[in-house]
């Protein structure tokens, strides 16, 4: 198989795996609203049906990116699946999706139930693996450059 290909930048990426996407964005890291677009663009331009984000620590997302990102998820009937060591972040994604966002939220070590909520395709849940290892590794060699 074929490694997905990453767009964006080392700072926020995704990946189009099949018919979902998954995004990866570094602690701290705030998206440019251009990148943001194009990442909207993604959701837009494909016939995607799940986007799974993966996030270590503070992930800023501007109130118009969250905006903007709502509505194309909505609007493309994506749901969202976010995989985050944050308990309080878990905690206000719980609440939206109360208000009827159709976004859950899991801790890492429930990465294979995500995958499995989220109906991710067995076929492709390897690569969600990579990615999500390879996103872990990457932010334990910043907070160790930050030490």
């Excluded at 018919?19 to 602690?27: A, C, E, K, N």
């Excluded at 990148?35 to 503070?58: A, M, V």
Aim: charged share 25%.
């Amino acid at each position: 198989m074929i490694p997905p290909r990453g767009y964006g930048t080392d700072g926020y990426k995704w990946y189009v795996i099949g018919d979902i996407v998954v995004t990866r964005q570094m602690p701290g890291y705030s998206i440019a609203d251009s990148l943001w677009d194009d990442f909207l663009s993604t959701l837009k331009n494909n016939e995607l049906r799940h986007c799974f984000s993966l996030t270590i620590g503070s992930a800023p997302v501007k109130p118009t990116q969250r905006k903007s990102a709502a509505e194309v998820l909505s609007e493309n009937d994506i749901p969202a699946t976010v995989l985050t060591d944050n308990r309080l972040t878990r905690g206000i994604l719980t609440a939206v999706s109360w208000l009827g966002a159709n976004v859950r939220s899991f801790s890492w070590d429930e990465l294979d139930t995500a995958m499995e909520v989220a109906d991710v395709p067995t076929q492709y849940r390897e690569d969600v693996r990579k990615i999500a290892a390879e996103y872990r590794f990457d932010c334990e060699r910043q907070a160790s450059r930050s030490k």
